[in-house]
């Protein structure tokens, strides 16, 4: 006997369906013989079922006698064959059917869940289900359905559930429900419908849930919902709702939840008083502009009201008055309320949340109306005072952030045991009484971000564990570690404030480790080791947990770090001998060479000016050196004391000013001075003119300072800021604008060194082949090639950081870039004097023809002083002696000119000019 063979048999002799009652009658004599031969021949004939009756590419799995079949994303086109009539579940969703058969499960009498959703199924006709006696769930969503089958759903007398979301629904007929006479949820969300189907709900008497949430709904009419009397859940949002009849929610006698939210509404949902059980509503983000006096009189069970982000304009003073089961209180974007509402009456109120309103001040009489109120969020306000909270004592959050409070005094949080955060950001607080917090024993977070406070004078909190403090600019005073035992995370408002807690982690990780290895040596000696894990030594140290918790990761922001120390600005003595090194030579090399060309008697080309004015900005270089180098002395072993204040200095911030101007003026110096060399060469040779390369200097430094200056005064236009680091070097402020302004002056630099490199190439390989070495004998354009080689050289190395910072790659430490910044950028502020002093031998004669100029003028001037006791010989002696001076120097030059004399025109014209 085949296995539906045997299944037909047992149906057709042991019951039938009856059309009103869906209920199967016995119709054998002898019922229990009978009933106890059905069980066994069921038992047989599903067990040869599950053996046979699972369909080609579906899984199947046995629940007793029952099966449950998966035919789901199997690319199905149309309906699976040989299914057992013991199927219970039947999932076809996520396949490729467009059509269903009529009595397409007829033999399915047993089948509680039939999914179809994610299909192409665009009309269900009449009988499809027809069989489904005992189906509680019908699946439909995803599909193209464009209207709701008239008369497919006739014979599911027993459906519980049926989803119709998530289609193309747009008609919704009358009577197409009829029959579902136990339907309690239905979807119909997610479709196209423009209007309740006010007629087609009408036999829906059992109905509990039902969403038409993400439709075309503009309006909801007067008795929309009448006969749905055991309706408790309605969504209606994401419509376009823009109004609603007086009655609309008639009926409605067991609703709880009614959410309007993200419509259009332009007036308060008046029809809800008649909804006495509501409990939770919703219509935040729509167009309401008030709420009118006693508004929610009819809702007495209302336990939470969500209507944020609606432009309101007016609250009743009594609105939420007399509402005793409210929980959660939640007015978001009320932009025109000034006044806090009068909650007499609303004494459960548990969270209440009035944000981005105007409200000045809060009732002292807060606290007496709201006993049981745990959670209060008044952000965004205008606050500017607070009256005494000790009434709230279940309160356990407190949220003012973006207030003007500009005082906290010592009975404002007194006596709250619970108070577990208070969050006081972006206010103006300039006075915290030390008792503020003192009574606070549950109190974990404290955020004091962004305010006025220049100390925190408060007591010990043993239980904080997060503090902000980030944005008081004015706070310089260190934290003590002793007054906040506990605390693991923390914001501060410079680097320096974490380095006490930071030692203090320190200190205590070696000890622990200290303890750790006596206590191992002890078992060791003992003969016992104790395990943390044992039952029996948690049991004996009952506080373990506690004690160890003390000693967790603390976790500090902005950490310490090289470029904001806790001990040492220089952390290695390499780099300070370095940076006192630099800073003494550069001074007193700078200051020789400004000396010997400014202020000797010879003629001043323009190369020597561009030497001078380049050891002017060199000098100045190392000026900003010496300084660092002094600061690191003044705070050794304890810069975080000072670290701060020496930051938000003006010393700092004009070092660092003073730092970039020297670095990119000298370079733009440079640049002038290799493409001068070059253009007198060329124009030597041309006319034996020098006069040119002087117009051309004149026009060029003050460019030079110009575009130096420039640069400088970037950051000053909030791109960037000088102090940010201990260095005082500008850090970016902004992510784009600060990217922006590293890449121009890194691209700037880059191409102020291509273009001295290309000048002098060029220069090179423009002269003739024996033009070379009598060029080179020329001291000042061997200068300016010293100085491009070692500014060259000494730039590869800022310009690799420069270029990974701005690809973002970790090429090297913070150590490292801090070691180049230091020693590296001001290097050649110490080279280039030396390089002039050693190699050039301008620096020697201009140095001696200021010695001999130097002593004539003390000569003379002692000649002067004692002229009343001097004869005529003695004055004529001295005129001898200054025209001797002057012949020699005459023969100098005489001498120097005929040392050119071997040399081609242009390059003698060109030294000439140069001397």
Known sequence: MRAHDCQQIIVANVCYIHTHTSTCVLVMPRARLMHGLVALLLWFCGSRALMSGCPVRCTCEQDGVYMRVDCSDRGLISLPESLSAYTTYLDLSMNNISHLPSNAFTTLHFLEELRLAGNDLMDIPNGAFDGLVELKTLMLQ?????????????????????????????????????????????????????????NALRTLSSLQAMTFALNNITHIPDRAFANLSNLVVLHLNNNRVLSLGKQSFDGLRSLETLDLNYNSLEEFPIAIRTLRTLKELGFHNNNIKSIPEQAFIGNPSLLTIFFYDNPIQFVGQSAFQHLPELRTLSLNGAADITQFPDLTGTHSLERLAITGARITSLPSAVCEQLPDLQMLD???????????????????????????????????????????????????????????????????KLDLTSNHLSSLPVVEINALTHLKLAGNANLQELISVERFPRLRVMEMPSAFHCCAFLDCEKNAAGWEKDKNSSGSEMGRKGGVVFNPGDHEFEDLFPDLEDDTSSHHS????????PFQPCRYLFESWLVRCGVWIIAVVSLFGNVMVMVSVFLSPTFLSPVKLLVGLLALVNGMTGLCSGVMALVDLLTFGSFATYGANWERSASCKLTGFVSVFASETGIFLLTMAAVERSFSVHNGKAALDCGASKALVKLAVPLCFVLGLAITSVPLLHIAEYGISSLCLPVPSG???????????????????????????????????????????????RHVAWLLF????????????????????????????KSVLLVVVPLPACLNPLLYALFNPHFKEDLGLLLRRTQVKLGRTQHLSLASLQSDDAEKQSCDSTQALVSFTSLNKRAACLAQASKPPHLTMHCVCTS
């Open 142 to 198: 995803n599909n193209q359905l464009q209207e709701v089958p008239r008369e497919a759903f006739k014979s599911l007398q027993n459906l519980h559930s049926l989803r119709l979301d998530a289609n193309h629904i747009s008609t919704v007929p009358q009577g197409c429900f009829d029959g579902l006479s136990s339907l309690r949820h239905l979807w119909l969300d997610d479709n196209a419908l423009t209007e309740v189907p006010v």
């Open 735 to 781: 992510e784009h604008a600060g990217l922006g302004l590293t890449v121009v002056q890194v691209l700037l630099n880059s191409f102020c060194y291509l273009v001295m490199t290309v000048t002098y190439t060029c220069l090179y390989c423009s002269l003739d082949k024996g033009e070379h070495d009598k060029l080179w004998d020329c001291s000042m354009i």
């Open 554 to 561: 603390i976790q500090c922001s902005p950490a310490p770090g």
């Open 790 to 817: 070692a500014n060259c050289v000494l730039y590869f190395p800022v310009a690799f950081l420069s270029f990974s910072a701005l690809l973002k790659i970790s090429a090297v430490g913070p150590d490292v870039v």
């Open 378 to 444: 008044l952000s965004y306000n205008r606050i500017q005072s607070l009256p005494s909270l000790q009434g709230c004592k279940k309160i356990q959050k407190i949220d003012l952030h973006h207030n003007q409070i500009h005082e906290l005094r010592a009975d404002t949080f007194r006596g709250l045991p619970l108070l577990k955060s208070i969050g006081l950001a972006w206010n103006k607080l300039c006075t915290v009484d030390p008792l503020s917090f003192s009574e606070l024993p549950a109190l974990t």
